[in-house]
């Protein structure tokens, strides 16, 4: 089974935690250090998300079981 | 002439009379015919004509029996009502109060529809709280319906175009005819337990009532139901409603509706992060440049001036003492010029040639000077040394 795992975790997550450290930088209330930090943490989440979104191909596949009853992918003509 | 046995009766009278019988004769009657004069009454209530070749009744059907209808009835329309015959006194006609009507030519499917809608909205399986929320993000999606449909291509183009990496894991599956709605609920099941989408579209394409008939089915509606992956319901087109559409936690006029609502736009994504990158590196370069300013206004402020202020005094007195220093130095240097002068003048005036210009004259006589006259006898050679010049001599006597 090659399916990566799903997803609930990753951009999703990503964003939210993209999106609360903007929030907390605009409200500017951490002391530099930790706004350094943060926007280390920030630009870093920006890029992977990014790099996600600009994965060029989209990945589809059909479900079928196999004879032992379990999932498998394969390529869909 | 009339006899004297008649009994008279008020309009009133004979109206009650007539409305009675009429009401109990005809509690519930189905009747067929044609819509015509069809107008609503602003209080929301329908009053129309129902018609045919050679008769015609008036009608009308409350504002609540009229909100259960799945389509809107109007001129020319077929159909069937279903309702109690009453008279309606000021105007002294009958009428039908219809409480149920239904298209011509839906009948039994459109029946079942409705009973098995009942049952489950007396279940609350429709109720809108418990909907699932539909993931904003989702990475992977799962696709049920027919491997070689229309809608398959439909939502493929459009999830390729909006939202290109995604992944889509489709359980092709038959979408009408016999068995459909049986692999249908079991596609749901699998797509659960394989667990690994973030939503599920189920649907099909638009076609005839048959067609979609699957999707009306109690087996799709509980698999929906029971699905623990939000599902999106996208049967046929705007117009058709399934029984799907109301269990499932969204319903999408069509499947490439439902692929357009499950994925955001990508270029819109990508959007948002450069702002917010943006929004990022200026909110912290502004509390930087704050930052910067405040140290800058602290530099040039009174109080962190006064070192400064002192080193700038003591530079100042260095300044000075050195020039007095210096001052100071040429006077010793001028003193100690004048004193050599002086000191010359006076070595000067000792030097034994000095006297010799105030007309005194040496006498030397090989190499020394002569003291006495005794010393020089006659026929020496001596000479006589002049401030200015030697003259040589010889004694004499």
């Given at each position: 089974m090659s399916a990566r795992k799903t997803s609930k975790g990753s951009f999703e997550d990503s964003l939210n935690r993209l999106e609360k450290i903007v929030e907390s930088l605009e409200r500017g209330q951490v002391p530099l250090d930790d706004a350094l930090n943060l926007y280390e943490e920030g630009i870093q989440l920006s890029k992977a998300c990014a790099e996600k979104l600009k994965a060029a191909e989209m990945r589809i596949k059909k479900l079928a079981k196999n004879t032992g009853g379990q999932f498998e992918l394969q390529d869909l003509e | 002439m009339l006899g004297p046995e008649r009994k008279i009766l008020s309009v009133t009278e004979i109206t009650r009379k007539i409305r009675i019988y009429l009401e109990e004769t005809f509690p519930q009657v189905w009747i067929q015919g044609e819509i015509s004069n069809c107008r609503r009454h602003t209080s929301g209530h329908l009053y129309f004509t129902l018609k045919d070749e050679t008769a015609q009744i008036s009608a009308l059907m409350w504002q609540s029996n009229l909100e259960t209808l799945l389509f809107a009835p109007e001129?020319?329309?077929?159909?069937?009502?279903?309702?109690?015959?009453?008279?309606?006194?000021?105007?002294?006609?009958?009428?039908?109060?219809?409480?149920?009507?239904?298209?011509?030519?839906?009948?039994?499917?459109?029946?079942?529809?409705?009973?098995?809608?009942?049952?489950?909205?007396?279940?609350?399986?429709?109720?809108?709280?418990?909907?699932?929320?539909?993931?904003?993000?989702?990475?992977?999606?799962?696709?049920?319906?027919?491997?070689?449909?229309?809608?398959?291509?439909?939502m493929k183009s459009v999830l390729e175009r909006r939202f290109p990496s995604i992944g889509v894991v489709v359980l092709p599956v038959r979408v009408q005819g016999p068995g459909a709605a049986q692999e249908i609920a079991q596609a749901i099941v699998d797509m659960n337990r394989y667990g690994r989408v973030d939503v599920i579209i189920v649907g099909r394409g638009g076609g005839s009532l048959e067609d979609l008939w699957a999707f009306n089915e109690e087996i799709v509606a509980r698999a929906i139901h029971a699905s623990r992956i939000p599902v999106v319901s996208a049967v046929g087109h705007e117009i058709d409603f399934t029984i799907s559409d109301f269990v499932a936690d969204l319903r999408a006029p069509t499947p490439s509706a439902a692929a357009e609502l499950v994925v955001r736009d990508r270029a819109e994504l990508l959007e948002t992060l450069r702002n917010m990158s943006y929004t990022m590196k200026q909110t912290l370069t502004d509390r930087v440049n704050g930052y910067f300013e405040r140290v800058k206004s602290l530099v040039e402020s009174y109080s962190f001036n006064r070192p400064k202020d002192y080193l700038r005094e003591f530079a100042q007195t260095l300044d000075e003492f050195e020039r007095s220093l210096q001052l100071k130095f040429h006077h010793f240097v001028e003193l100690t010029f004048q004193k050599q002068l002086n000191f010359s003048q006076r070595l000067e005036s000792v030097n034994p040639r000095g006297v010799l210009k105030r007309g005194y004259t040496m006498v030397r006589h090989k190499g020394t000077v002569v003291t006495s006259s005794k010393k020089l006898e006659v026929g020496e050679r001596a000479v006589i040394e002049f401030h200015d010049g030697e003259v040589p001599t010889r004694v004499e006597r």
């Open positions: - | 001129d020319g329309m077929k159909v069937i009502v279903r309702g109690a015959i009453t008279v309606y006194p000021p105007k002294g006609n009958y009428q039908i109060d219809v409480d149920k009507m239904q298209p011509v030519g839906i009948g039994e499917l459109q029946l079942a529809f409705e009973k098995l809608k009942q049952k489950l909205a007396a279940e609350g399986l429709f109720d809108p709280r418990r909907r699932k929320p539909i993931p904003v993000y989702p990475e992977n999606i799962g696709i049920i319906t027919s491997e070689s449909g229309a809608a398959l291509h439909d």
